[in-house]
């Protein structure tokens, strides 16, 4: 049955009556819409327009059956679980306000994955009197959306779809059954926008706020947009700062159409478009060009139809492609990866390097007081050198001396340990504070943060710990006596001997006892007189270097005492949150898409992380 225009009936070609919801659609405040928990506009009165009409009962049947292929490729989804994983290894680190957004994307990539890859919805948006509402009627072929001067003129999402089973994408929407289209019968158009949905948006700059909060929310769900100005506001702010600037990632996906072009001439038509592209390029967004991906834009007029089958024959090809729904996801991702960089990288070197824990055991070492111990090892050396190989009168003198040191010195020596123990606590907190400064470099503040009181809780009680450890690791009071020091005590003894002899030699022809030759016993006091301090020089010198590596030694067993005390007390700690740090930044990396994927999936394999290994570099 034709209408008063030569048209078919709406409700002969479907068997759907006009005003009605479509049977197997609930409509507004159904129970699908209330389940999916979406708000609806308020129920308004069906628009009597011939040649409108509504999805038929078969098209709801045909909608159960999901896609057999899967929405994504293996890339995008192995970003989407490690997106997953990573938010999952930071909630105990960043705030939930940080991670929100990125469990929104994961959200809605889930949903969209789940429906069918058969079907593009596209979305047309607008500012009011842009013609956008013309233009998806145009598309369509009949006169779905309600157009004139009254703004705004769209108050609520109205779709049409070229191709059965888009229902569950549509109810995912909200759009309730009242205002889902079919297009005029055409067989090109079904075969050229064959899996097309196409959604018409409230303006984007409607007076009406819960117009422009529809706009927004639809926004996120569609898989593209195809943005329609005019020649008066194609520059206007709010367009370019609020969506087009802010969606330069989602270049693949977005369509920029230059409505009204019959209202100039050629060359002004061009010299618009080419200010369109040129304030395009300043968004960011990348446009296709010479086969590059990126934004299509196009001049058409929706009034007299120029360009429209142009517009036609681009959405057929971004629909037949059937890549868009998989691009938008990973340009979500991609925003969101751009959004939480800060959160994970800061583009510097991060990590606890090898000079950084050199730097910290030197400070525990000094804490302890390795080198005073181990000078003071050297000394008992040279004093047992001396004492082993020195002659009997110098030891004898010394003893003198030590014996007439007076009580107050020692006195001092027993009260100066308690400022030395401050001053080592000291020392000790100070190489706290500055090793995990130095692990922290280059680490976001909460990464860096977690650091810091992993540290805090570790150094308790370390300055116990080492003073409890330079006491078990002092050495000895008796030294190791060498081979060759009882040799040279039985040398001291013969030339104490020979000048004792000489001596006495010298005393008994004083007295007469003996007879007079000076010549012998003269010459057996000279050499023991100069044999002896000879002597005890030769040791002296020769004891010099065993006496410098004992020392050495001495030092060098509690430096490693002290740094294997730090390192399990303070440095392990440290090493593990760099080590998470380091885990959370490469999955990270596998969600930005700076990291290919490995063969054991996001993040690939890993290897066991160890403290001298934790120097890494930033993404």
């Avoid at 049409?160 to 019968?185: E, F, V």
């Avoid at 700076?594 to 054991?600: E, K, N, R, S």
Wanted: proline residues 6%.
């Amino acid at each position: 049955m034709a209408d008063a225009d030569g048209g078919v009936r709406a409700e002969d070609r479907f068997g759907v009556r006009r005003g009605a919801a479509a049977p197997g659609f609930p409509g507004p405040g159904g129970s699908l819409v209330r389940r999916a928990g979406l708000a609806t506009s308020p129920p308004q009165p069906p628009v009597s327009r011939p040649l409108i009409s509504r999805v038929t009962p078969s098209a709801s049947a045909a909608s159960t059956p999901q896609a057999a292929e899967p929405v994504y490729g293996s890339q995008l989804r192995g970003r989407l679980e490690a997106l997953r994983e990573l938010i999952g290894m930071s909630r105990a680190r960043l705030d939930s306000r940080v991670l929100a957004e990125a469990g929104q994307v994961l959200d809605r990539a889930a949903e969209r994955g789940s429906l069918s890859g058969r079907h593009t919805v596209v979305a047309i948006a607008g500012a009011s009197g842009s013609g956008k509402s013309q233009l998806f009627n145009a598309l369509a072929g009949v006169a779905i959306s309600e157009t004139g001067v009254r703004r705004p003129t769209t108050a609520a999402a109205l779709t049409c779809s070229w191709s059965d089973g888009a229902a569950p994408l549509i109810d995912r929407l909200g759009i309730p059954g009242r205002l889902r289209r079919r297009p005029l019968q055409n067989a090109e158009d079904e075969q050229r926008l064959h899996g097309l949905v196409l959604v018409d948006l409230p303006d984007h700059d409607s007076a009406a706020v819960q117009h422009r909060e529809q706009v927004d929310r639809l926004l996120k769900l569609v898989d593209a947009v195809i943005w329609v100005v005019d020649p008066e506001k194609y520059a206007d702010a709010v367009l370019h700062e609020r969506y087009l600037r802010p969606m330069a990632g989602h270049a693949e996906v977005t369509f920029v159409v230059l409505n009204q072009v019959d209202r100039l001439s050629g060359e002004a038509a061009d010299q618009v478009l080419d200010d369109l592209r040129r304030l395009l390029d300043e968004d960011g967004i990348a446009l296709s060009e010479h086969g590059e991906p990126g934004a299509t834009v196009l001049a058409l007029s929706a009034l007299t139809g120029d360009g429209v089958d142009d517009l036609k024959d681009a959405l057929g090809r971004f629909v037949r492609e059937r890549g868009a729904a998989a691009r938008r996801i990973a340009a979500d991702v991609d925003a969101a990866a751009a959004r939480l960089r800060p959160a994970y990288t800061t583009g510097v070197r991060a990590g606890l390097t090898e000079e950084a824990q050199d730097e910290f055991a030197d400070g525990l070492a000094a804490a302890v007081g390795s080198r005073a111990a181990g000078e003071a090892a050297e000394r008992a050396w040279m004093r047992g050198a001396n004492q082993a190989c020195g002659t009997p009168w110098l030891r004898l003198w010394r003893w003198y001396q030590g014996r007439r040191a007076p009580l107050t010195t020692r006195r001092f020596a027993v009260a100066q340990p308690a400022d030395d123990e401050a001053t080592a606590r000291q020392r000790v907190e100070q190489a706290v504070r500055t090793v995990t400064e130095r692990a922290c470099q280059g680490m976001p503040e909460p990464w860096a943060q977690a650091v810091r009181e992993a540290a805090l809780r570790a150094a308790e009680g370390l300055p116990e710990e080492l003073d409890e450890l330079s006491r078990r690791s002092a050495p000895p009071a008796r030294t190791p006596r060498p081979f060759w020091w009882p040799a040279a005590v039985l040398v001291q003894a013969a030339m104490t001997l020979v000048q004792v002899v000489g001596g006495l030699w010298l005393v008994g022809q004083i007295a007469g006892v003996l007879g007079a030759e000076l010549g012998v016993p003269v010459l057996l006091m000279v050499i023991g007189i100069v044999g002896g301090p000879a002597v005890e020089w030769a040791c002296r010198a020769a004891a010099r270097a065993p006496a410098r590596r004992y020392g050495l030694e001495a030092e060098l067993l509690l430096r490693e005492a002290a740094e294997e005390c730090g390192r399990i007390k303070v440095l392990e700690p440290i090493a593990e949150e760099v080590a998470r740090h380091r885990e959370v930044r490469e999955q990270y990396g596998v969600v930005s898409g700076a990291v290919p994927l490995g063969p054991g999936g996001p993040g690939g394999s890993r290897s066991p992380s160890r403290v001298g290994e934790l120097s890494t570099v930033s993404l």
